[in-house]
């Protein structure tokens, strides 16, 4: 079946510091990809859309500068957090539309800011 | 604007007992509507889907219905057993399949 991975699952910076999160689709291709954000206990929210080749969509209140996203290859998106503070922790979620007309979800990177 | 709400968890029950968790929805449009599963360390997983009115979702014995009346897609199973023990999210999207709004997702634990 269509698998999402995302890279690192745990991470840990300092604040003030940037992390960059991957994620792939392993055997297929996606030229959309979205990335979700999800407090405990809460929802998923999505954060933005991101295209192969051209600017990703951010959706209203998603901070574009702080949150920066490329989609370089039809494989790979990756979302940087810059300049990271404490209340960027959270667990962040991609996924990608892939085969059967379903959107296959990685397993999602847990970022703390200390 | 659009959005889900789903009842809150955890759910706790023992193999073989009967599973609803609710799930309203609020759209200005016709959505889709889905049942996501995600299992401990894993992605989550499409479990059920219906794109319009009175369609039934189906799948490894979970079912829900559309109802257009209510705003409800409700999931429901039979009996469930420790292997269904993990977290369920109800979702919706106007645009097909992608850009979906979820629910704030339901703990299920199953106890022998």
């Known amino acids: 079946g269509a698998v999402v991975s995302q890279h690192p699952s745990w991470v840990i910076c300092k604040s003030g510091t940037s992390v960059k999160i991957e994620c792939r689709s392993l055997d297929f291709q996606a030229t959309t990809m979205f990335w979700y954000r999800q407090f405990p206990k809460q929802s998923l929210m999505l954060m933005a859309t991101?295209?192969?080749?051209?600017?990703?969509?951010?959706e209203q209140g998603v901070e574009k500068d702080k949150f920066l996203i490329n989609h370089a290859s039809l494989t790979l998106s990756t979302l940087t957090v810059t300049s990271a503070h404490p209340e960027d922790s959270s667990f962040y979620i991609c996924?990608?539309?892939?085969?059967?007309?379903?959107?296959?979800f990685g397993p999602g990177t847990r970022l703390t800011v200390t | 604007g659009n959005s889900v709400t789903q009842m809150e968890g955890p759910v706790t029950l023992s193999e073989e007992a009967f599973l609803t968790i609710n799930c309203t929805y609020t759209?200005?449009?016709?959505?889709?509507l889905f049942w996501y599963v995600q299992y401990p360390g894993e992605g989550l997983q499409l479990l059920l889907k219906a794109t319009k009115a009175d369609d039934k979702g189906s799948n490894k014995g979970f079912e829900a219905t559309y109802r257009k009346e209510t705003t409800s897609f409700h999931l429901e199973k039979g009996s469930v057993q420790v292997s269904d023990s993990a977290v369920y999210f109800c979702a919706l999207s106007e645009s097909g399949y992608n850009k979906l709004i979820f629910g704030a997702g339901t703990r299920l634990a199953v106890h022998p």
């Open positions: 759209a200005t449009g016709y959505p889709s």
């Open positions: 991101s295209n192969e080749g051209s600017k990703a969509t951010y």
């Open positions: 996924s990608a539309p892939g085969p059967r007309r379903e959107q296959y």
